[in-house]
């Protein structure tokens, strides 16, 4: 069975950092994508930045430039969000994400992690 761990949220005052990290466990399969999804209270969940295996990235506007999303070089199914520069607008659950074929679907999730950014 598949799981998702994430790691690293938690309080940080307004243009601090914090840095978050997901493994992958119960499968040596490669995923196509991982990706970092958020939700604030009362809004959607919206995608934050994504990273393909061939090492294509994107990220949704309001993060670039102050967020970067990588894998690990050594284990695949290991991805990291390295979030600088924070606002009181980040303040939500991020939830990673793993994808098996395509960005189109992601098939599994983490339980998320809460980042707040205190102002």
């Known amino acids: 069975q598949v799981s998702l761990v994430e790691s690293g949220g938690g309080l940080v005052q307004t243009g601090g950092s914090l840095r978050l990290s997901c493994a992958a466990t119960?499968?040596?399969?490669?995923?196509?994508?991982m990706a970092w999804y958020r939700q604030a209270p009362g809004k959607e969940r919206e995608l934050v930045a994504q990273?393909?295996?061939?090492?294509?990235?994107?990220y949704v506007d309001s993060v670039k430039g102050r967020f970067a999303i990588s894998r690990d070089d050594g284990y695949k199914n290991t991805v990291n969000l390295q979030m600088n520069n924070l606002a009181p607008e980040d303040t939500a659950v991020y939830y990673c994400?793993?994808?098996?074929?395509?960005?189109?679907?992601?098939?599994?999730w983490g339980q998320g992690t809460q980042v707040t950014v205190s102002s």
């Open positions: 994400a793993a994808a098996i074929w395509s960005v189109a679907k992601y098939d599994y």
């Open positions: 119960g499968t040596t399969r490669s995923f196509h994508a």
């Open positions: 990273v393909t295996r061939a090492g294509f990235t994107n």
